[in-house]
Each structure stands twice: as structure tokens, then as C-alpha cells.
């Protein structure tokens, strides 16, 4: 925590043109996230008092997403997109009453770093631009110092040679305190160009009333700005990168790890083993010491310890699978709970499902949860025995210890201790099937 209070403004209004898209810039996901998730991930940490999101182009869409992502943002909108300093004094009367520090930050920023925002956040500075030391300076704005900290920005348009040759760029990201955003918000002119109202503007104004402007720098791949598609594939790889190191610093055996593909909350225990091609969708947890064998997919699921999953298996929102539970080859679960030593071993479909502790699924098992308009679940007991190709029509139960024959369709509830057999009698007729193929053989010749 700072000392002083924190508020996020984060800007999601552009369009993304160069995206080529009719989605909202910032909704593009990487990994598995919108964008703008990544920012409100990151500035969670600092526990903000407050949250605020810049939405304009395909707003309706921006706020529903950041509704899921944080419910407790706020969403100003900017119905012209009139530059950033315009941005923010749209976001600020969402603030009103707080008196802390601002950080504000870009929907289309992903990576930069918690301990980068909380430099910004505990800077003793009025005002701290984040800036960056790049290797090929281009375009971007110069940051101009001296001994008493941030003299001033210069657009490289702007710039004479001697300026442009300096290497600390502008990230555009900036922190300052509440107070002084609302004081010189208004003193920005648009007198350029674009006829936009910058943000950049703010340390300057400051500086010229005798605030203290400083600068924080972070490495170069923590400003990575997403405008394309080809720059979102390289932030997605990038992302990758960083997901695995991490994952293997801590302790997660992975057998190829470069085709291991993670999201940005998946969360995994030390010595779980991770085989290759397995994807984690959003919302996946895994405990120590459980395995997730190859080719298998994982999304909104929890994997305690000691259980293993796949090959070749799906699990999908709302799986909870008990410890030493057993999910096997092509095997789909979906918004169900696996207790303790439940073993799904193949070819099996459990949605709207409860399974009880020991109990053994046989392969081809379907729960029939869906009567075309409703759901509806399947409760399983303890130490039960569902015989291969089972249907099971919901709403249903089958007790504690019962077992259910093999090819069974189950409708109607099953005691405790009982076996339930459900399915047309066999009948046999002998002869018939060489009869049969006599017959088919003269009419094919024929």
C-alpha cells in the first residue's frame, strides 16, 4: 500500500483503427482477457479506492466487459475522442471527493508491471511521468531532465537535433495528485495539429507553477503498445514467454512448455505437471501435485491435488474436480462437482452433475441435461457404479453404492444399494442374420 490514496483513470475510448476490426480496440483479448483486463489486473494491486474507464468507440460493449472484469469500475464516457488530456477530465468527475493520487493508464498497454505502478503511486513528486530508455527512439517524445527533475516534452516533430538524439522516451503514462489534474486539466489548449487536448500538457503546467515534476522509468517491453493485429500476435507471444518462466520458477513441471498456452489469472501449485498442448482458458486453477496430461483444454475449472486430467480432455466453466480424481481420454465436464476419487476414465459427457465420492463412471456416460429450454442436474452418490453408455435423463438421482447396467437409460430415480437396468429386452433369432445376408448377396447380383 502508498500512503497516499490511489485512483486509476484508464483510457479505453479509441477505436483501433489500424486493428481492422468493428471490435473496440481494447476487447481484443490476450491472454484470454480483453486488453483492458491486463491494466485493471495490474492496478488492482495497488488496492485503488477507485477505478474509472475512458469508454467511447463501441462503449456499450467497453462497460460490459469491465463489468465483468472489475464490477466496482466506474465507465465515463467520451462521445468525441479529443485527446487524452480530454479523456481524463471526462474520468475525473467519477472522482469526485478523492483527494490521492491519479494514475492513468491505456486499455492498450498490457505489461506494465506492478512494481512500476507503485513507483508511480509512491512517488513523493507532484507529478511523475513513466518514461523509458528505448533502442530505437523513432517518434516518440522526448523527455527532456535537469537537476531539478522533468524539464519538459518534446514531440519529436518539434524537436531539434540534439533532442532527438536523447533515448529517454514518453510512455504516456502519468501520476499525479487529484488536486493539481483538476486545477490545470482546464488549462490545456488545443492549439495543434490534431486540435486535440494532451495530457502531455499537465507537467508542464505544473512545473511552470512550481510543482515538482520527476520521472520513472521502466524497461522498454513493459510500454508495448497493442495498434495491430501483427502487434497483438507478438504481445500474445510475448505474454506466453513470460507465463511459462513464471509457471517454472515456480515449480510447475512442463514437458514442452512452448506448447503450453496459459491466460492471465491461470494459476497453478508447484510440482504439477503440465503435458504438452494443454490450453487454460480464464479462470483455471490447479493445485500441487495434480497432472493435466496432453491435448487437454481447461476454462473456469478447479483441479485439487492429486488429480489427474486427460489425455485429450475438456473442462469447461463450473468443473470442480475433488483430490486424486480421475478425468480421462475425451472426456467433457461442465458445471460439475467430481468428489474425492471419482473416476471418469472415457468418452464421457457430465454437465449440471454431481458425483459423489469413489464412484466409477463407465465409458460413453452422458448426462441428458438439457430438455430444449431448461437445465437440469444429475446427482450421483458415493462408492456408485454407472455401467458403460448410461443416459442419464435429468433431473435425476442414482444413491449411494447403486449401479446402473450398461447401456442403461435412466429416468427415474435410483435408491440407495439398488442396481437399475433400463433398457429394451434382447431377442434373439437364430439364423436370421445369415438368411439375411443371402438375401442381400442374390439382390446384389441380381
Not at 56 to 77: D, T
Not at 170 to 182: F, K, M, Q
Not at 408 to 425: F, H
Request: include cysteine.
Amino acid at each position: 500500500m502508498t500512503e497516499k490514496p490511489v485512483a486509476l483513470i484508464v483510457l479505453a475510448a479509441g477505436q483501433g483503427s489500424r486493428m481492422q476490426s468493428d471490435l473496440p480496440k481494447v476487447l481484443h483479448r490476450l491472454g484470454g482477457v480483453p486488453l483492458v483486463g491486463h491494466a485493471l489486473s495490474t492496478g488492482r494491486t495497488l488496492e485503488p479506492e477507485a477505478v474509472v474507464v475512458v469508454a467511447g468507440h463501441g462503449a456499450e460493449a467497453v462497460a460490459k466487459a469491465v463489468a465483468k472484469l472489475n464490477p466496482e469500475a466506474k465507465i465515463a464516457l467520451q462521445e468525441q475522442q479529443l485527446g487524452t488530456g480530454h479523456a481524463v477530465s471526462q474520468a475525473l468527475p467519477q472522482l469526485e471527493g478523492f483527494e490521492g493520487r491519479v494514475i492513468v493508464l491505456y486499455g492498450d498497454t498490457p505489461f506494465i508491471g506492478q512494481e512500476t505502478l507503485a513507483s508511480l503511486a509512491g512517488h513523493p513528486a507532484d507529478v511523475v511521468v513513466l518514461g523509458f530508455e528505448a533502442a530505437d527512439p523513432g517518434r516518440y517524445g522526448r523527455l527532456v531532465t535537469g537537476p531539478e527533475g522533468l524539464e519538459r516534452i518534446v514531440e519529436y516533430k518539434d524537436a531539434d537535433e540534439a533532442t532527438r538524439a536523447i533515448r529517454l522516451v514518453n510512455s504516456g503514462v502519468l501520476a499525479a495528485d487529484a488536486a493539481l489534474l483538476r486545477e490545470f486539466l482546464p488549462m490545456i489548449g488545443n492549439r495543434n495539429a490534431a486540435g486535440e487536448y494532451y495530457l502531455t500538457d499537465i507537467p508542464e503546467l505544473a512545473r511552470a507553477a512550481g510543482h515538482r515534476v520527476e520521472v520513472v522509468t521502466c524497461d522498454e517491453a513493459e510500454t508495448l503498445g497493442i495498434n495491430t493485429r501483427v502487434e497483438l500476435a507478438a504481445a500474445e507471444a510475448a505474454f506466453q514467454v513470460r507465463a511459462r518462466a513464471r509457471a517454472l520458477e515456480d515449480g510447475v513441471t512442463m514437458t514442452d512448455p512452448a506448447t503450453v498456452w496459459f491466460a492471465l489469472d491461470t494459476c497453478i501449485g508447484r510440482d504439477a505437471v503440465i503435458g504438452q498442448n494443454v490450453v487454460f482458458g480464464p479462470g483455471v486453477t490447479v493445485e500441487s501435485g495434480a497432472e493435466i496430461l496432453p491435448f487437454c483444454h481447461l476454462e473456469g475449472c478447479h483441479v485439487s491435488a492429486g488429480a489427474t486430467v486427460g489425455p485429450f480432455a475438456r473442462l469447461r466453466p463450473g468443473a470442480e474436480l475433488g483430490g486424486d480424481v480421475h478425468v480421462g481420454n475425451f472426456v467433457e465436464i461442465k458445471n460439475s462437482v467430481l468428489d474425492e476419487g471419482a473416476k471418469v476414465g472415457h468418452l464421457t459427457y457430465l454437465g449440471d452433475a454431481h458425483v459423489g465420492e469413489a464412484t466409477n463412471i463407465g465409458a460413453g456416460t452422458v448426462t441428458c441435461n438439457y430438455d430444449g429450454v431448461s437445465k437440469h442436474r444429475t446427482e450421483i452418490g458415493a462408492h456408485a457404479f454407472i455401467g458403460s453408455d448410461t443416459m442419464l435423463v435429468a433431473p435425476v438421482r442414482v444413491g449411494a453404492r447403486a449401479m446402473t447396467g450398461s447401456g442403461s437409460v435412466i429416468t427415474e430415480d435410483v435408491p440407495d444399494d439398488a442396481l437399475a437396468l433400463g433398457r429394451a429386452k434382447q431377442v434373439v433369432k437364430p439364423g436370421l442374420a445369415t438368411r439375411l445376408m443371402q438375401a442381400l448377396r442374390q439382390k446384389k447380383g441380381n
